[in-house]
């Protein structure tokens, strides 16, 4: 698609869904198409986790949790190597990229996510980041709360199996010793976490386009979001 065709862009696209829809692969691809910044904030989350763990916090210790979170310092950066990583990710200093995709990362996030000091730390750095504009950012709340002003928001679903599926296909390539159903129960338990926490649940916005992607490629994700940029213009 020409990107002369693309005029009137959305000063920021918010893309929000529940754990492995898609949402950083497409997000990553929309943004380099259209030259916009792009932010997962998942990986916020997953840092907080992770330190936690590393540190030795008991994870169920919200003081403790969201003091972390606020003196935490996250980087997050262009893919410096060819392993797959989408972005690295510098944690106080540190790369981290891979270690926050750990199972035992997996287990635990949700649960840091829902206390709503750590939520407020990490959206007042998203909100900052937004500031400049030309960026797609990506989460579970970012339609909702982040950004509730972007104007233009995606929610991107598909079906547990389908998910878990691409998911575990993902761990296999890296080399881990997965099994689908592990998997499977790993994203059911995210998930009911994720949308039933009375802080920035996860859920569509109002005025968010629906796209259901159980039966659609990457590209194929791809193209109907560039198209709906495209009739913007
Ligand atoms: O990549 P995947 O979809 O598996 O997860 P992620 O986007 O890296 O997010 C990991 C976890 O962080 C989610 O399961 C949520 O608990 C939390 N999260 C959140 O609460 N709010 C966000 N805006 C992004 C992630
Ligand atoms: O960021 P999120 O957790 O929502 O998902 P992701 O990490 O971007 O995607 C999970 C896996 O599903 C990746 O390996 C994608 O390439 C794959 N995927 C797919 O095969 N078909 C789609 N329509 C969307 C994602």
């Known amino acids: ?6 005029h009137n862009l959305p000063k920021n696209i918010a893309i929000d869904g529940p754990a492995a829809s ?14 916009y910044m792009c932010l997962d904030t998942g990986i916020m989350y997953r840092a907080v986790a ?5 540190e030795g916090i008991n994870v169920d210790d919200e003081e403790q949790v969201t003091k972390l979170a606020e003196r935490i310092e996250i980087d997050i950066l262009p893919a410096s190597s060819r392993d797959g990583r989408q972005f690295d990710v510098i944690i106080n200093g540190e790369d981290h990229s891979w270690d926050i995709r750990a199972t035992a990362v997996n287990a635990v996030v949700s649960e840091v996510s829902v206390y709503p000091g750590v939520r407020q730390a990490m959206t007042l750095q998203q909100r900052k980041i937004a500031e400049k504009g030309k960026i797609v950012m990506i989460g579970r709340d970012i339609g909702t709360v982040v950004l ?12 547990v199996e389908v998910r878990a599926q691409r998911r575990y296909i993902e761990d296999l390539g890296r080399g881990e010793d997965v099994c689908l159903e592990d998997v499977v129960n790993s994203l059911r338990h995210r998930d009911e976490i ?30 109907h979001v560039m198209k709906l940029l495209e009739k913007r213009g």
Not at 1 to 6: A, I, P, R, T, V
Not at 50 to 54: P, S, V, Y
Not at 149 to 156: G, H, S
């Open 22 to 35: 898609g949402k950083s692969t497409i997000g990553t691809l929309i943004a380099n198409k259209i030259g």
């Open 50 to 54: 992770f330190q936690a763990l590393k």
């Open 1 to 6: 698609m020409c990107e002369q065709k693309l």
């Open 194 to 223: 994720d949308s039933g926490r009375a802080v920035a649940p996860l859920k569509a916005a109002e005025d968010a386009i629906m796209i259901d992607s159980d039966r659609m490629t990457v590209y194929e994700v791809v193209e």
């Open 148 to 159: 509730p002003d972007a104007d233009m928001k995606i929610y991107l679903d598909a079906s």
